[in-house]
Nanobody, 129 residues
């Protein structure tokens, strides 16, 4: 069973930075993708970024391109989301999620939450103006 645990959220002023971590376990093969998603109050969950494990290909939502960077440390089985130049509109609960199997056949660039089947519990990010 895939398990994901997020950490690193918090309160930061606009223009500041945070790094989120997603500790992953339970994968039985390397065909998977890890994504970061967020959900603000009253809004639908939206994709932020994802990385395909087999080739390291990354994807970003337009709203975060140039500000957020997804990376991984395979030795630690951890995926990171480095968030810079944060804006109040980035305030949300951030989730990491896994898509297991067939990662080359899904349109990962669309960052569709429905494609990801395993989810962490989420971590709150609040950006004050």
């Amino acid at each position: 069973e895939v398990q994901l645990v997020e950490s690193g959220g918090g309160l930061v002023q606009a223009g500041g930075s945070l790094r989120l971590s997603c500790a992953a376990s339970g994968f039985t093969h390397d065909d998977y993708a890890i994504g970061w998603f967020r959900q603000a109050p009253g809004k639908e969950r939206e994709g932020v970024s994802c990385m395909r494990n087999s080739d390291g290909r990354t994807y970003y939502a337009d709203s975060v391109k140039g500000r957020f960077t997804i990376s991984s440390d395979n030795a630690k089985n951890t995926v990171y989301l480095e968030m810079n130049s944060l804006k109040p509109e980035d305030t949300a609960v951030y989730y990491c999620a896994a898509l297991v199997g067939g990662s080359r056949w899904y349109p990962l660039r669309l960052l569709r939450p429905a494609d990801f089947t395993s989810w962490g519990q989420g971590t709150q990010v609040t950006v004050s103006s």
